[in-house]
């Protein structure tokens, strides 16, 4: 975030001096108030810049077999060019090289889900999947793994067929 802002500060100084010497190579024919407009337009083409790559370069760092389930995109009245360019800012990805299953209980997968967002901390939650029923639950107090690799205690709940989560953690074989 620190970099990101010294960017943008960056960017501003740079445009108010470009401005500052096409005003000197034009023989200050140009308005002096166009120097603090190119500073400004340029402050906020880097900013707009760094939120449209955020989930490319966050993404790119992400370690081998990580595997990004979903994606939310976001629009806002205050910013216009994201109604025709929506910006991902949030994403889920599933750690699909730790996740386990029991030998008794194959349909069962336990991994972790990992929650990405623009200016937020990453989010860790580890979810177990019942891929034959179509259903997954968050893995909270009370959840009990028996020895037989049984659970009891897991709030289920049923997900649509196209779960994008219960797909990465199911291999796209789920049936619901």
Known sequence: MFLELLATILAGVGGAGVMMLVTKLTGSRLPRWLTPVAAGLAMIGVTISNEYSWYSRTSASLPEGMVIAETVENKAAFRPWT??????????????????????????????????????TVHKLPVLADCPG???????????????????????????????????????????
């Open 134 to 176: 179509g259903k997954r639950a968050a893995l909270a107090d009370g959840i009990a793994f028996n020895a037989d690799g049984s659970v009891t205690g897991a709030d289920w709940v049923s997900s649509a067929p196209d779960d994008a989560v219960l797909k990465a953690l199911c291999g796209g074989d789920n049936a619901t």
């Open 83 to 120: 109604l025709a360019f929506p910006y991902v800012d949030r994403f889920v990805a599933v750690d699909e090289p730790n996740a386990r299953t029991h030998d008794d209980h194959p349909g069962l997968v336990l991994a972790d889900l990992y929650f990405y967002g623009r200016w937020a």
